[in-house]
């Protein structure tokens, strides 16, 4: 797909771990009646196939192989979204603890990207799309017509990974694992998390989910007058 020809229809949201991207990108999907893309539950889907059949996760050689003959697919029905791995539903495997912490792996390697990122493409092309992720505004769509950037404290961070995932860990190794996550994904050679210079930076530390969704929603209305 050529990466201009779905500009108009693309709101782009990126962010560091935990700081509302999916929850806020999925809400205002539904509010505004687009599709919600989910970029991460992709590479989380991937890395879930690669533990099962015990493959090193740094061997990018043998993710290249996997991922080339992997299907990950994301289904938009009944308000919710589902991920499907070679036809199995694994939208609540790939929200493990295990998943979370080695995904940045799998993640960082280019032949795993450049693939992904084509289907996240060919998945833009079947209607307007709300895509979150780490490099949704600076690669996969750079020229979305409205792109957001998502902060938020790294203590308010772990505490709503910590409510997402269930997690027993505590407050102190969540942020570290965090912190973790945060250097993986900025420093990696391909596709870092960076902000794009034209995306709006939203700081979410102390606002609700609600508060966050009609934020962007207003700006959404700004851009498309």
């Excluded at 700081?19 to 990108?25: E, I, L, N, R």
């Excluded at 090193?56 to 050689?61: A, T």
């Excluded at 799998?106 to 799309?129: C, D, N, Y």
């Excluded at 102190?172 to 965090?178: N, S, T, Y």
């Amino acid at each position: 797909m050529n990466k201009n020809s779905n500009k108009a229809d693309v709101i782009a949201i990126d962010g560091p771990a935990g700081s509302g991207k999916s929850t806020t990108a999925k809400i205002l999907a539904r509010k505004l009646g687009f599709l919600f893309l989910d970029t991460g539950a992709m590479y989380r889907a991937l890395t879930l196939k690669a533990m099962r059949q015990g493959i090193d996760l740094d061997d990018e050689d043998a993710l290249k192989r996997l991922v080339d003959n992997t299907s990950v697919r994301l289904s938009n029905r009944d308000g919710k979204l589902h991920v499907l791995l070679d036809g199995e539903d694994v939208s609540r495997e790939i929200r493990s603890a295990e998943v979370s912490r080695n995904v940045a792996r799998v993640a960082a390697k280019g032949a795993v990207r450049e693939r992904m990122v084509q289907l996240q493409r060919e998945f833009a092309e079947t209607g307007s799309v709300v895509a979150e992720g780490r490099d949704v505004g600076t690669v996969v769509f750079p020229d979305a017509k409205l792109k957001i950037f998502l902060v938020a404290s790294i203590e308010e961070r772990a505490r709503r990974r910590m409510r997402e995932t269930d997690s027993a860990a505590r407050l102190q190794e969540m942020m570290a694992d965090l912190k973790k996550r945060d250097e993986a994904d900025s420093l990696r050679d391909h596709s870092p998390l960076v902000k794009a210079e034209d995306a709006i930076e939203v700081d979410t530390t102390g606002l609700t989910i609600e508060q966050q969704v009609n934020l962007i929603a207003q700006l959404w209305e700004k851009k498309k007058k």
